[in-house]
């Protein structure tokens, strides 16, 4: 595996992503663009990279603005910037369009997790063409709370409240999503039921999940949860693009399979091809528990393959 460091300016036209572009040893066959989620960085998911190198992938991975080794170096973990709930699409297109003149007409997937998964949405309704698939890992449906918190982060900022961090809006976001788990060590238990991954989550320097980001940029990410549901959302997204949409069905963020299946039915109902799968007993992070993460990759691998049989048959 050769690994290529790369950084462009952000979307937001203050930031500087940093990215990395993950090579395998033989010819490649595709390319994977890896979305990482809130509060994480990239580097969390080397396993899959691994693996995806090993079946013959290029990946293609940055740090959101905010987070990872883009915010660790430029000391802004809390500012996403004004430009808008599509930054982060943005930047992932940037990332697109460097790995794809590298790798100029390989087919090209997307997998976002969490909020990746929701960036992955917004993104393949507005730059869908050209993408051979897309998967989704640990998404939502409708996200509860959203609506209402959208409105109060918005009378804040017509206040001029933007910059302001104020932890209560995270906390009304995300603090119910421990409520199903008995005898919840953490508040970030729904993570994982594994409580070592639960504690390298917390101890990593490049992760940042409990500190909020500011008014604005928080409003920019409940922004993004609301322009990406129903079928008016997936109707953009051309209807060439087959989805692998995979979750563990005690995960809150997808509302225990029921957001899931929402999404799914969504994209069925504007015509795609989509295949859910949900794994029984797991929380959020699929891919990091140790027992199951070599049958994850391996399904997310199985999906890519037939793609790319169908496409060449």
């Avoid at 995300?174 to 390298?200: C, F, H, Q, Y």
Wanted: aromatic letters at 12%.
């Amino acid at each position: 595996m050769a690994i290529q460091e790369v950084q462009f300016e952000s979307f937001n036209q203050k930031d500087t992503i940093k990215a990395w572009i993950y090579t395998p040893i033989r010819q490649p066959r595709g390319i994977v663009q890896l979305v990482h989620g809130f509060g994480e960085h990239s580097r969390r998911y080397l396993h899959m990279i691994l693996a995806l190198n090993e079946a013959g992938f290029v990946v293609a991975a940055d740090d959101h603005v905010g987070h990872g080794k883009t915010a660790y170096d430029s000391g802004n973990w809390d500012d996403w910037g004004d430009k808008g709930y599509m930054t982060m699409s943005e930047d992932e297109h940037n990332l697109r369009k460097i790995v794809q003149e590298h790798y100029e007409g390989l087919p090209y997937f997307m997998f976002g997790h969490s909020m990746g998964s929701m960036i992955a949405r917004g993104y393949a309704a507005k730059y869908g063409e050209g993408i051979s698939g897309l998967i989704l890992c640990g998404t939502s449906g409708i996200f509860p709370h959203a609506n209402e918190i959208s409105k109060e982060l918005k009378a804040r900022i017509d206040q001029g409240d933007g910059e302001v961090v104020d932890p209560v809006y995270l906390e009304g976001l995300l603090g119910w999503m421990t409520e199903r788990i008995d005898n919840s060590r953490t508040p970030n238990d729904w993570i994982s039921g594994d409580p070592d991954v639960v504690a390298d989550h917390a101890n990593d320097p490049f992760n940042n999940f409990t500190s909020p980001p500011n008014i604005r940029s928080l409003y920019y990410f409940v922004q993004m949860m609301e322009t990406i549901i129903g079928t008016e959302w997936a109707e953009k997204i051309p209807s060439t693009v087959p989805v692998y949409n995979i979750a563990g069905d005690q995960d809150p963020v997808g509302l225990y399979g029921e957001g899931v299946y929402a999404v799914s039915n969504w994209l069925a109902d504007t015509g795609h091809r989509v295949k859910t799968k949900l794994y029984s007993g797991y929380r959020h992070e699929i891919h990091n528990y140790r027992d199951i993460r070599d049958e994850v990759e391996a399904g997310i691998i199985e999906f890519i393959n037939r793609v790319i049989e169908a496409h060449s048959s």
